[in-house]
């Protein structure tokens, strides 16, 4: 994806959803979290085993925060082997989400090309908070 495009989508957008956004402050994805809250996005996060999450309800699936919560960013913090169902739901999420982020050391092509596909952005395999610093968004 391209850096202006990029640019655009994390400067419009203010709702990240973030997939196994864990509670303990030493993880990647409560620093990721923390980071973008802090740079004014509304940070929801995707849990299951957690019922707060940096002081915000923590959802069992994507499903059920969009119910409540209009994702715009989906940001998943899952092992490979565990994103293409993650990524599925994301898909058939109503409205869709603009941009789905998988993480540093997170890929699956075949997902990707299915987001890809239902007209959704899907970056692989880098950090989203890296990114943003990078673009100045």
């Known amino acids: ?8 989508i994390l400067g ?9 956004l864990s509670p303990k402050p ?5 620093g990721v979290a923390r980071y973008l ?8 996060p995707v ?5 707060t999450i940096l002081g915000e309800k923590s959802y069992p699936t994507l499903t059920a925060a969009a119910a409540d919560h209009t994702i715009e960013i989906v940001d998943v913090f899952r092992r490979s082997e565990f994103v293409g169902p993650v990524v599925d ?12 982020w998988l993480q540093i050391g997170v890929v699956d092509e075949a997902a990707r090309a299915r987001a890809q596909a239902a007209g959704i952005p899907c970056v692989m395999d880098r950090c989203l908070m890296v990114d943003h610093r990078v673009l100045g968004v």
């Open 1 to 8: 994806m391209r850096a202006e495009a990029l640019r655009g």
């Open 12 to 20: 419009t957008a203010r709702t990240i959803a973030v997939v196994g």
């Open 26 to 30: 030493a993880r990647p994805s409560h």
């Open 37 to 44: 809250r802090e740079a004014g996005y509304r940070i929801v």
């Open 47 to 51: 849990n299951p085993g957690h019922s």
């Open 89 to 100: 739901e994301a898909i058939d999420v109503r409205p869709r989400p603009r941009l789905i």
